[in-house]
């Protein structure tokens, strides 16, 4: 069974560009969930899907991030316009239930490194 | 402010050292997660932690979870090469899930 992907793996654009990351869960996850990690700081959660459905986006930075999983499948994250700021490894997870991350079933993807120059 | 403190935030140590990574907060957790994350790879669940007092063993690995359940503890004996990577200590906490700032270790052969 394939795990959690991530494209791309590396994005580097300049400051003021749109960046688009995507996520494709494991087959039959409803939940997918968005994490970033900043330079020299801990992984921070973004938001939560259950299916197409934004359950909680407490943790998007602001509204230059966009979070989007039309038909509940994979899930895109976009940043428009980026700043200096939003450089980092932006993670997907998924889970088939939610309460099965206390039981730590969360699978993560390799993860996207972001570069804003 | 930091909810989880892991100490230390790097460490080098030859192989066959022993070695205790820790982590702490001042709250009380329902239960605890330690992940491993290599370079380029997303982070890998280790163990969950429920019970205070509780200890789980892991091959080389030993996961203690404190008493109080405000700390937890990873004492590796014996490290490999292999070990190398970032240990991540991670509650879950109402809908959110927190991480540590992890803890660097470099075994060096």
């Known amino acids: 069974e394939a795990g959690v992907t991530q494209f791309p793996s590396h994005s580097v654009i300049e400051k003021g560009q749109t960046v688009t990351l995507r996520c494709d869960p494991i087959s039959g996850h409803d939940n997918l969930y968005w994490y970033r990690r900043v330079m020299g700081k801990e992984i921070k959660f973004l938001l939560h899907?259950?299916?197409?459905?934004?359950?909680?986006e407490s943790g998007m930075p602001n509204n230059r991030f966009l979070a989007e999983r039309t038909g509940g499948t994979y899930s895109t994250l976009k940043v428009q316009p980026a700043e200096l700021e939003d450089s980092g490894v932006y993670f997907c997870a998924s889970s088939q239930a939610h309460r099965d991350i206390l039981r730590g079933e969360q699978f993560f993807g390799p993860g996207t490194r972001l570069t804003v120059l | 402010t930091q909810l989880l403190e892991q100490s230390p935030q790097f460490l080098s140590i030859q192989e066959g050292e022993n070695l205790t990574v820790y982590c702490n907060s001042s709250?009380?957790?329902?239960?605890l997660q330690w992940y491993r994350q290599e370079p380029g790879e997303g982070p890998v669940l280790l163990v969950t932690v429920v019970t205070g007092g509780e200890v789980k063993k892991l091959k080389r690995l030993t996961f203690q979870f404190g008493d109080a359940r405000k700390d937890s503890s990873l004492h590796i004996t014996a490290a490999q090469p292999g070990d190398t990577g970032l240990y991540l200590c991670a509650i879950p906490e109402g809908n959110q899930f927190y991480f540590g700032t992890g803890t660097s270790l470099t075994v060096i052969p």
């Open positions: 709250s009380v957790f329902s239960s």
């Open positions: 899907f259950v299916k197409e459905s934004k359950q909680d």
